[in-house]
Nanobody, 125 residues
């Protein structure tokens, strides 16, 4: 079992920045990758970004590429999502996810083994 706890959400003006954190506990040594998803009002949950547990490869959706940066601190079992140049359309509940086996395309489809409880990000115009 892997437990995921997100933090760092909040209210920010358009153009601002936030950094989300996700602390993983439990059987983290079996993780293949960690990632972030979001659920915007009126939309389905969507992939945002992912990173291999060893930090070797990163992946981004087109909508956030160039604005968001994912990183991982294995010593702290923590994955981060640095969000810059935020837009009102980034408003969503952001969820951390963990995938045990891969491949990465499976994770990007949302077929993840573990999920956090979510953290709200609100971007005002």
């Amino acid at each position: 079992q892997v437990q995921l706890v997100e933090s760092g959400g909040g209210l920010v003006q358009a153009g601002g920045s936030l950094r989300l954190s996700c602390v993983a506990s439990g059987r983290t040594f079996t993780s293949f990758a960690m990632g972030w998803f979001r659920h915007r009002p009126g939309n389905r949950r969507e992939f945002v970004s992912a990173i291999r547990w060893n930090g070797g490869s990163t992946y981004y959706s087109d909508s956030v590429n160039g604005r968001f940066t994912i990183s991982i601190d294995n010593a702290k079992n923590t994955v981060y999502l640095q969000m810059n140049s935020l837009k009102p359309e980034d408003t969503a509940i952001y969820y951390c996810a963990s995938e045990a086996k891969g491949p990465i395309v499976t994770m990007m489809r949302g077929e993840c083994d573990y999920w956090g409880q979510g953290t709200q990000v609100t971007v005002s115009s």
